[in-house]
């Protein structure tokens, strides 16, 4: 037995966002708070957005003070401005990390208390402040998942929160907002959302409403996302990336995500490598560890992605599957650990840690090959020897 939660109301298409206030007004909200990062700011979606607004007398206040990676500490000032003041909704425009901090300021702005004591195994499902999420890149699909990560800056350590309370109530879904999307945060996002859609179909929690989702986003996300890295422009790609993306999170959001997530959370954390990217260093790896035990499904997601052809048998399709992963980074330039700068000698210290957390993280116990601390000990430190 599945349970589904979605949005209730999706938008998606080119220009959608101008269907915000349609959106507000249906929720009954009047004096929404719009929580964003200075990215936004600067390329001047913020003004966009306000002035659709505007147009149709409709007051809006602003966060704009996220950070890539939101911690306890970054949400702190969003959640006493909810707390002081008397917004009916969040707005959350941006990448994963500005709508990841805007749902936790939704539900900690109305219930309170610390990131600590929402984190999972607890499942959240009491109504924060609606919120709206526009998301502007390509990637996380946190526009309508139930979940949201924040790391506590006292431990290092991404905190994986979830429930129906962590929900959107809407999401506009509007590729034209990825267009200016410059190509390494396009290739990190793209890789997220692939990984997504591959975690969800091989995921111990995958069903059938999940795997139609996650079908249907390998279908649009591998054979474009090459062409949008390589040309930003290319609408018809950006489009398909965009949806890819938002269905990939649907999948992950009722079938949960496995190893790699569970891995790259405290890469992430300890190093400070964006969340798109530590995926991408660990996927060809997690692969081939994982590869064994349902490879009828990663041999589906070979075919499905357009990295096998249909003929093939499963051992032929991934084998194609690994060297595909493999060449895709070379290709869209994902640095090694070393490469992106990490110090050698503590990253080996935190190998044990890190794989204790994600052991923490309960992702890991979704993988097909769920892996012992020592096992993900091993995989952390063949990023380092590749």
């Known amino acids: ?13 080119g220009g959608a966002v101008s269907h915000l206030p349609r959106i507000l007004q249906s929720i009954g909200s009047k004096n929404p708070l719009i929580v964003t990062d200075n990215v936004m ?51 959350a425009l941006g990448g994963g990390s500005p709508i990841d901090s805007a ?21 959240f499902n009491e109504q924060g402040l609606p919120i709206i999420a526009i998301p502007t890149t390509a990637g996380t699909g946190s526009e309508c998942t139930r979940f949201t990560i924040i790391t506590d800056e006292k431990t290092d350590e991404k905190l994986l929160c979830m429930g129906a309370g962590f929900m959107p109530v809407a999401a506009i879904i509007d590729y034209e907002l990825t267009l200016s999307v410059p190509a390494r945060t396009t290739a990190d996002t793209g890789i997220d959302a692939m990984v997504h859609a591959i975690e969800a179909y091989v995921s111990r ?4 409403y999940s795997d139609s989702q996650a079908i249907a986003a390998m279908q649009l996300i591998g054979p474009n996302l090459r ?10 790609a950006r489009e398909a990336m965009m949806l890819g993306s938002t269905l990939a999170g649907i999948a ?8 790699v997530h569970g891995m790259s959370r405290p890469l992430g954390a300890f190093f400070h490598v964006p969340h798109g990217l530590s995926n991408a260093m660990l996927l060809p790896a997690v692969t081939r560890f994982s590869l064994e035990a349902d490879k009828k499904r990663y041999a589906e997601c070979a075919r499905t992605l357009t990295f096998a052809k ?31 700068g990490i110090d050698k000698v503590r990253f080996f210290a935190m190998v044990e840690t890190m794989a204790k957390q994600a052991e923490a993280s309960g992702s ?3 993988n097909p090959r769920v892996p012992t601390v020592a096992e993900m000990v091993t995989i952390y430190k063949q990023l380092w020897n590749e």
Do not use: W
Request: charge should be negative.
């Open 41 to 91: 700011v600067q390329l001047g979606y913020l003004a966009v957005l306000q002035s659709i607004l505007q147009g149709t007398g409709i007051d809006s206040d602003v966060y704009a003070d996220t950070v890539p990676e939101p911690t306890a500490a970054s949400i702190q000032a969003g959640i006493k401005k909810v707390q002081s003041e008397q917004f009916d909704a969040v707005i």
């Open 310 to 340: 249909l003929t093939d048998s499963d051992s032929v399709a991934c084998e194609k599957l690994l060297g595909t992963l493999a060449d895709l980074n070379e290709e869209l330039s994902v640095p090694t650990p070393q490469q992106f």
């Open 205 to 208: 929690k995958a069903n059938p």
């Open 364 to 366: 890991p116990g979704n």
């Open 227 to 236: 062409r949008v890295y390589h040309d930003g422009n290319n609408k018809a």
């Open 1 to 13: 037995m599945s349970s589904i939660v979605l949005p209730r109301i999706m938008e998606i298409g």
């Open 103 to 123: 749902k936790a300021i939704a539900v900690m702005g109305k219930f309170g208390g610390t990131v600590n004591e929402y984190r999972f195994p607890r499942q």
């Open 252 to 259: 992950f959001s009722n079938a949960s995500v496995a190893l």
